[in-house]
C-alpha cells in the first residue's frame, strides 16, 4: 500500500469539489480532451499513480494546478468535469515537468502512465499548449501564493 501524500490529497480534494460542482451542472462540451465516459480512477488514485511513475517534483503538482487555472481564466467556455480532468491534469502535470524538471520522459512514457494511447497524448499536448497560449513560466511570487493556499486549505507542510 503506497503511503498517503498530503499534497496530492489536498489537490485532489480541491478538484474532486470542483468536478462535484460542474457535473451538477450537466454542460454538453466536447474537446479532444473530453472522454464519452468519466474514467473509473479517483483523482487522487491518477495523482498517485503519475507521482509513482514519473518521480517528478512536488513543484510540478503545483505548476500543474496553476496551469489548470490559467486554463480556465483564459478559456471560460472549458469546463473541467469528470469526462476531461484527467486528460487536463495528466497534460498540466506532464509540461510542468518538461517545463520545470531537469529529467523527464518520451511522450510514450506519459501516455502508457495516463492510460492513453501515445497519438492521442501528441494530439493533446499540441492542442494543449495552444489554449495555454505556450505561456508556462510560473513566477515565485504566484507559485508562493499557490503554495500557501494549498497550505491552508490542507494544512499540510511542503518540504
Known amino acids: 500500500m503506497q503511503q498517503s501524500n498530503p499534497l496530492l490529497?489536498?489537490?485532489?480534494?480541491?478538484?474532486?469539489?470542483?468536478i462535484k460542482e460542474t457535473d451538477a451542472l450537466e454542460i454538453e462540451y466536447n474537446s479532444i480532451f473530453h472522454a464519452n465516459k468519466a474514467p473509473s480512477i479517483t483523482i487522487y488514485?491518477?495523482?498517485?499513480?503519475?507521482?509513482?511513475?514519473?518521480?517528478?517534483?512536488e513543484q510540478?503538482?503545483?505548476?500543474?494546478?496553476?496551469?489548470?487555472?490559467?486554463?480556465?481564466?483564459?478559456?471560460?467556455y472549458l469546463v473541467l468535469n469528470s469526462h476531461c480532468i484527467h486528460r487536463f491534469l495528466l497534460l498540466s502535470i506532464m509540461t510542468a515537468i518538461k517545463f520545470?524538471?531537469?529529467?523527464?520522459?518520451?511522450?510514450?512514457?506519459?501516455?502508457?502512465?495516463?492510460?492513453?494511447?501515445?497519438?492521442?497524448?501528441?494530439?493533446?499536448e499540441q492542442e494543449y499548449l495552444e489554449y495555454m497560449d505556450y505561456q508556462l513560466f510560473v513566477d515565485d511570487?504566484?507559485?508562493?501564493?499557490?503554495?500557501?493556499?494549498?497550505?491552508e486549505f490542507g494544512e499540510i507542510e511542503m518540504p
Not at 45 to 57: D, F, G, M
Open 141 to 151: 511570487q504566484q507559485y508562493a501564493i499557490y503554495e500557501k493556499r494549498l497550505l
Open 60 to 76: 510540478c503538482f503545483v505548476i500543474a494546478l496553476i496551469y489548470l487555472d490559467r486554463l480556465q481564466e483564459k478559456h471560460t
Open 100 to 124: 520545470q524538471d531537469d529529467d523527464y520522459y518520451k511522450n510514450e512514457f506519459y501516455a502508457k502512465v495516463g492510460g492513453i494511447n501515445v497519438k492521442e497524448i501528441n494530439v493533446l
Open 45 to 57: 488514485n491518477y495523482l498517485q499513480r503519475i507521482a509513482k511513475y514519473t518521480h517528478c517534483s
Open 9 to 18: 490529497l489536498t489537490i485532489s480534494n480541491i478538484l474532486d469539489e470542483i
